[in-house]
């Protein structure tokens, strides 16, 4: 089958995105440093400043962020859903999702089993709550 013009297009327009978001993706884990970081302040007559911020500081803050997340956040972030989507998906209360995002919490063995199976096969969850 001959692609369309449309097709090519969209294809295009979809891996590019795919990539810009795997790039978003690796600048937020800190695997990747980004070109140039600025932090924006007030100034006390009500003015902004803008201050160039070293870009491999931020790459190693990004990383420690990263890292203290818990996984049901690093799960739900790479499915990129919100936490009300996700709990929908997962069939429980925002509040259950948010205490075991804040590690107040741990899901129990069932639980964990279906957040590893929404990282793996998210169209099986999609499916089964549609």
Known sequence: MKATPATTKTTVRT???AG????KDALERGERTP???FRIEKRPDG?????AVNPDTQRRQS???WEAKSEVAKVRHSL???QEAFADLLGIGLSTLRSWEQKK?????AARMLISIALKH???LQEAVA
Do not use: Q, Y
């Open 63 to 65: 990383a420690k962020a």
């Open 122 to 124: 998210p169209e099986v």
């Open 105 to 109: 919490r741990e899901p129990s063995g």
């Open 35 to 37: 070109s140039r970081v």
């Open 20 to 23: 810009l978001k795997a790039k």
């Open 47 to 51: 003015t902004f400043s803008r201050i």
């Open 80 to 82: 990129d859903l919100t």
């Open 15 to 17: 891996s590019a995105a």
